[in-house]
T-cell receptor, first 115, second 113 residues
Framework: KQEVTQIPAALSVPEGENLVLNCSFTDSAIYNLQWFRQDPGKGLTSLLLIQSSQREQTSGRLNASLDKSSGRSTLYIAASQPGDSATYLC??????????????FGKGTKLSVKP | NAGVTQTPKFQVLKTGQSMTLQCAQDMNHNSMYWYRQDPGMGLRLIYY???????DKGEVPNGYNVSRLNKREFSLRLESAAPSQTSVYFC????????????FGSGTRLTVV
């Protein structure tokens, strides 16, 4: 059974710092990995989607990498801003048929960027 | 540009009452999903519909039923609400199982007293 772990559970940094959020998964047979952002009391906003054949994806100040063989992904946020404060969720979908193809989530990293 | 729309946004139920959460997507996606989110537990899949006309159980299906009304709509029903079903419910859709990204609705905050 696929398990997704995110470390750290919470992170507080001063504004302007570059930071890395980590995600690991136990089964490397995945279709893709998706990073989401969730603001308090809100829904999930997709940030980046990395297909299993890709190594990384970039969007603005965000860069996500994928090392499928080691079961790891990192989300790099450059020059962090207070508006980046949110919970960041990592999720993977598996190669198997049926329910294995559904998205499995980590519990998230709560990021706080201090002015 | 609506994406995935959920109704209602908030609901309070008494134990034993029933209700249906509605979800609709306008992206012509094949697959739709219902998740619940609880503190410390993360997001867990309740039911999913890989394509129109099919539904399957996810990780936590007990106490729920679903209907894939058509390609656009996927509803979640609580027949007899229990306090353990107090949660935030999210509907999502994707192009299909596997290689497609998911789009989520804004959620329904349900409290069962």
């Amino acid at each position: 059974k696929q398990e997704v772990t995110q470390i750290p559970a919470a992170l507080s940094v001063p504004e302007g710092e570059n930071l890395v959020l980590n995600c690991s998964f136990t089964d490397s047979a995945i279709y893709n990995l998706q990073w989401f952002r969730q603001d308090p009391g809100k829904g999930l906003t997709s940030l980046l989607l990395i297909q299993s054949s890709q190594r990384e994806q970039t969007s603005g100040r965000l860069n996500a990498s994928l090392d499928k063989s080691s079961g790891r992904s990192t989300l790099y946020i450059a020059a962090s801003q207070p508006g980046d404060s949110a919970t960041y969720l990592c999720a993977v979908s598996g190669l198997g048929g049926g329910s294995q193809g559904n998205l499995i989530f980590g519990k998230g990293t709560k990021l706080s960027v201090k002015p | 540009n609506a994406g995935v729309t959920q109704t209602p946004k908030f609901q309070v139920l008494k134990t034993g009452q029933s209700m249906t959460l509605q979800c609709a997507q306008d992206m012509n996606h094949n697959s739709m999903y219902w998740y619940r989110q609880d503190p410390g537990m993360g997001l867990r899949l309740i039911y999913y519909s890989a394509s129109e006309g099919t539904t399957d159980k996810g990780e936590v299906p007990n106490g729920y039923n679903v209907s894939r009304l058509n390609k656009r709509e996927f509803s979640l029903r609580l027949e007899s609400a229990a306090p353990s079903q107090t949660s935030v419910y999210f509907c999502a859709s994707s192009g299909g199982p596997g290689p497609y990204g998911y789009t989520f609705g804004s959620g329904t905050r349900l409290t069962v007293v």
